[in-house]
């Protein structure tokens, strides 16, 4: 015994070290997890809040789901290779600029879930008739490319739409829970 005896400080430390390691390697994992549950499982918008206005900031990238005059909820969204400018014609990637509504949702999207917004109005038609173009459409809130769900973490740190507002799957569930159909729409650049 008294063999080990001189060296048990030089073991008792790396004990310590070892232990402590343990320990933070635990409680990191921990965070991560619940960081990833947290992420999982956003926080419900409250009932109470009425969404009047969804209202969109292209140059930050941004969704504000509004009752009057306050944020209630905000997210991050992707939207086409072409963003800046308001949409002139079907093909030119670009998501359009002014006030309409979402008139309606769609359950059987080519992306996870959608929100039509009623572009092209009059004004966006007339325009695209007298430069002899078709104005587009199928402008719409959406999530993921069906069957690219995973991949939204990625996805949304580029511009990939043809001119949509793209959000992740589960974003999308919260906005079509809260969005009524004939909610308006505001997007500025």
Known sequence: MSFFRPNSSKYSSWLFIVI???FATIIGTSAIAAAKDAAKYPQPIPNEDII???FVDKSERRLQLMSGDKVIKSYHIALGGSPIG???QEGDQRTPIG???LDYKNEKSQYYRSMHVSYPNAVDKAKAKS???SPGGAIMIHGQK???GA???LNQQRDWTAGCMAVTNDEMDEIMAAVKVGTPIE???
């Open 52 to 54: 009047d206005k969804v």
């Open 131 to 133: 430069r002899g173009v």
């Open 99 to 101: 006030s309409y509504t």
């Open 20 to 22: 402590g390691l343990s």
């Open 187 to 189: 997007i500025v650049e």
């Open 146 to 148: 069906n069957g690219f």
């Open 151 to 153: 991949l939204a973490m």
């Open 86 to 88: 308001h949409k002139q």
